[in-house]
């Protein structure tokens, strides 16, 4: 993803999503929590996770997108870097976010968690 407006425009695309106020910043949200935001960091934004530990999986496993700063450090989020190599991984991990903000109805519709 090349900049917010990549976030925005494949978050958006998802299923019950649309854009919503989250700390007063519109971000793509379904069932009124929030996908993704800008996040703090130029360069970046920040990615919801569910749990610190695929937090952590994420940055260990590609730290060149996935870091956190201290604002981060104990919240299930994570930044990501605009324009690396991971659009693919980025696209899932925004679904698997999607999936795990999902009523029953709209995960049933859509089927296994990415």
Not at 32 to 52: H, Y
Not at 94 to 102: F, K, P
Request: charged share 20%; proline share 7%; net charge neutral.
């Amino acid at each position: 993803m090349r900049d917010w407006q990549d976030v925005v425009t494949f978050a958006c695309g998802l299923p019950g999503v649309s854009m919503a106020p989250f700390y007063g910043t519109p971000c793509p949200k379904v069932n009124g929590k929030a996908l993704a935001s800008p996040g703090r960091e130029a360069g970046s934004f920040a990615l919801f996770t569910s749990g610190l530990d695929e937090k952590h999986m994420l940055i260990e496993t590609d730290p060149a997108t996935f870091w956190q700063t201290d604002h981060y450090r104990n919240y299930p989020a994570v930044l990501a870097s605009y324009g690396t190599d991971a659009h693919e991984r980025l696209e899932t991990w925004l679904t698997r976010r999607w999936w795990d903000c999902a009523t029953k109805q709209q995960r049933a519709a859509w089927g296994e968690r990415p």
